[in-house]
């Protein structure tokens, strides 16, 4: 069964950083690019960063290039993003996202942790 | 960036009814929709992908179509589980955009 267990979201000060991680189980991590997606409360969806299977290629939502980073470590089939600079439009429930096979849809979601930048 | 519009963005229905929800693109992107159906509290599930294959373990009752700008998800018989907002999702470019989501709820 595939399994997605976001971790490390919390309340941080706008300028602060968080570290989200991702345990992945029940595939293989490794043949799979991954995504980080993120709702606003009461809001739509909308993608924030993808990693290619070997962590070589990386993109990311315009919003927040410079800011965010993602990473992986297949051997310990975990994903990460690294936030800092955040503001208070970065809060949202941040989901990580398996990408399907044919590279165009997301295709096993977690079931997200929650971001919220205040003073 | 490629727009995506669903209409409507809300809807009322009863048990066994048949709805349509419509999914416009900005530009066209082929057959490169899919559609996600998310419960409260939940993460969004993947049910249709390439506009109109389902996904492995959705009902029969979704099914989806179109090509081009615009697209359609049509539940045949609308059953109590199906209460959700539903997302339309463009795959032809990068980022892949959302519509803004259309909620149906109990008439």
């Known amino acids: 069964e595939v399994q997605l267990v976001e971790s490390g979201g919390g309340l941080v000060q706008p300028g602060g950083s968080l570290r989200l991680s991702c345990a992945a189980s029940g595939f293989t991590f490794s043949g799979h690019w991954m995504s980080w997606l993120r709702q606003a409360p009461g809001k739509g969806l909308e993608w924030v960063a993808n990693i290619k299977e070997d962590g070589s290629e990386k993109y990311y939502v315009d919003s927040v290039k410079g800011r965010f980073t993602i990473s992986r470590d297949n051997a310990k089939n975990s994903l990460y993003l690294q936030m800092n600079s955040l503001r208070a439009e970065d809060t949202a429930l941040y989901y990580c996202v398996r990408v399907g096979l044919t590279g165009t849809t997301w295709d096993f979601w977690g079931q997200g942790t929650l971001v919220t930048v205040s003073s | 960036d490629i727009q995506m519009t669903q209409s409507p963005s809300s809807l009322s229905a009863s048990v066994g009814d048949r709805i349509i929800i419509t999914c416009r693109a900005s530009q066209s992107i082929s057959s490169s929709l899919n559609w996600y159906q998310q419960k409260p509290g939940k993460a969004p599930n993947l049910l249709i992908y390439?506009?109109?294959s389902l996904q492995s373990g959705v009902p029969s009752r979704f099914s989806g179509g179109g090509s081009g700008t615009d697209f359609t998800l049509t539940i045949s018989s609308l059953q109590p589980e199906d209460f959700a907002t539903y997302y339309c999702q463009q795959s032809y470019r990068v980022p892949g955009t959302f519509g803004q989501g259309t909620k149906v709820e109990v008439k």
């Open positions: 390439a506009a109109f």
